[in-house]
């Protein structure tokens, strides 16, 4: 779009990038320094510059591909295949001649400024905020991922932070866990935990379940597939935290055909069985 207009065209777009990535200096112990290597962390431009120099890396790795494995092995490859800058996934089939080590070589020969590390598993791995797991019957199942050093500190509620802030955390957090995870006893575990990590913040009952109840309504669910559900409706009171719920998830597991949904109403929890089979 900028390319089209009087103002912005491409000579001055490159002209841009050329300033920004050869003068980028820095101050270190009273002396200057000039990067000559990179982009400047921080800037702008940085992520589209990152994002289309590995798009440019990523061109050329499936080019070689191709030439050595075909045409059909590269677009197989290629389903299972993503990339987020310089964070890739992929799933591998073991049957297939090339090892990950072996494409690992292939992608970091392209240049040697960006080397790629990886981390392979059978059952589990991170990739972003997300961890991807296969299960037993080799189904695909996500949950959220923190990182060893992710102390999860958030505000106390008696900081002096603006009301509105502290309203927003738990709901936008709530809402994540919903985005993130399709395992819904998992999901309610992980619920639980965000629950209890507020209360000891001292956030007050309702707050927490005002901002559990949105993030359901503008949440992922598909609210018209809900209709006409028969339910199988256990009331809880607010004390969710002390009740067992161990008896609940039980009972959902042995349920092929049932579905875990929240619904909180004021003071009170309802963990409703949505079951397709009355």
């Given at each position: 779009?900028?390319c089209?207009?009087?103002?912005?065209?491409?000579?001055?777009?490159?002209d841009?990038?050329?300033?920004?990535?050869n003068?980028?200096?820095f101050?270190?112990?009273?002396?200057?320094?000039?990067?000559?290597?990179g982009c400047?962390?921080?800037?702008?431009?940085?992520?589209?510059?990152?994002?289309?120099?590995?798009?440019?890396?990523?061109?050329?790795?499936f080019?070689?591909?191709?030439?050595?494995k075909?045409?059909?092995?590269?677009?197989?490859?290629?389903?299972?295949?993503?990339?987020?800058?310089?964070?890739?996934f992929?799933v591998?089939?073991?049957?297939?001649?090339?090892?990950?080590?072996?494409?690992l070589s292939i992608?970091?020969?392209?240049?040697?400024n960006?080397?790629?590390t990886?981390?392979?598993?059978k059952?589990?791995?991170p990739?972003?905020?997300?961890?991807?797991?296969?299960?037993?019957?080799?189904?695909?199942?996500?949950?959220?991922?923190?990182?060893d050093?992710?102390?999860?500190?958030?505000i106390?509620f008696e900081?002096?932070h603006?009301?509105?802030?502290k309203?927003?955390?738990?709901?936008?957090?709530f809402?994540i866990?919903?985005f993130?995870?399709?395992?819904?006893i998992?999901?309610?575990?992980?619920?639980?935990?965000?629950y209890?990590?507020?209360?000891?913040?001292?956030?007050?009952?309702?707050?927490?379940?005002?901002?559990?109840h949105?993030?359901?309504?503008?949440?992922?669910?598909n609210?018209?597939s809900?209709?006409?559900?028969?339910?199988?409706?256990?009331?809880?009171?607010?004390?969710?935290?002390?009740?067992?719920?161990?008896?609940?998830?039980?009972?959902?597991?042995?349920?092929?055909?049932?579905?875990l949904?929240f619904?909180?109403q004021?003071?009170?929890?309802?963990?409703?069985?949505?079951?397709?089979?009355p």
């Amino acid at each position: 779009h900028l390319c089209k207009t009087k103002k912005h065209n491409k000579e001055f777009i490159l002209d841009a990038l050329e300033l920004v990535l050869n003068n980028n200096y820095f101050t270190y112990k009273e002396k200057v320094f000039k990067q000559i290597h990179g982009c400047a962390m921080g800037t702008n431009l940085a992520p589209a510059y990152a994002n289309l120099f590995m798009a440019f890396i990523e061109k050329r790795f499936f080019k070689q591909m191709k030439q050595l494995k075909g045409k059909e092995f590269t677009e197989k490859f290629r389903k299972t295949y993503y990339r987020y800058l310089d964070d890739i996934f992929f799933v591998w089939d073991e049957t297939d001649q090339l090892t990950t080590s072996n494409l690992l070589s292939i992608f970091n020969s392209i240049t040697k400024n960006i080397q790629l590390t990886k981390e392979e598993d059978k059952k589990s791995l991170p990739f972003l905020d997300l961890r991807i797991n296969i299960s037993k019957d080799l189904k695909i199942f996500t949950d959220i991922y923190r990182k060893d050093t992710d102390s999860q500190s958030y505000i106390h509620f008696e900081s002096k932070h603006p009301r509105h802030i502290k309203r927003n955390i738990p709901y936008i957090l709530f809402r994540i866990l919903n985005f993130f995870i399709s395992n819904d006893i998992l999901l309610l575990y992980r619920q639980i935990e965000l629950y209890r990590k507020f209360q000891e913040l001292k956030y007050p009952t309702n707050l927490l379940l005002d901002a559990l109840h949105k993030s359901f309504i503008q949440g992922p669910t598909n609210k018209k597939s809900m209709n006409n559900q028969n339910f199988l409706c256990l009331p809880y009171n607010e004390n969710i935290i002390n009740f067992n719920t161990m008896r609940l998830l039980d009972f959902a597991k042995e349920s092929t055909n049932s579905k875990l949904v929240f619904q909180c109403q004021k003071n009170t929890i309802q963990f409703n069985l949505k079951c397709n089979n009355p």
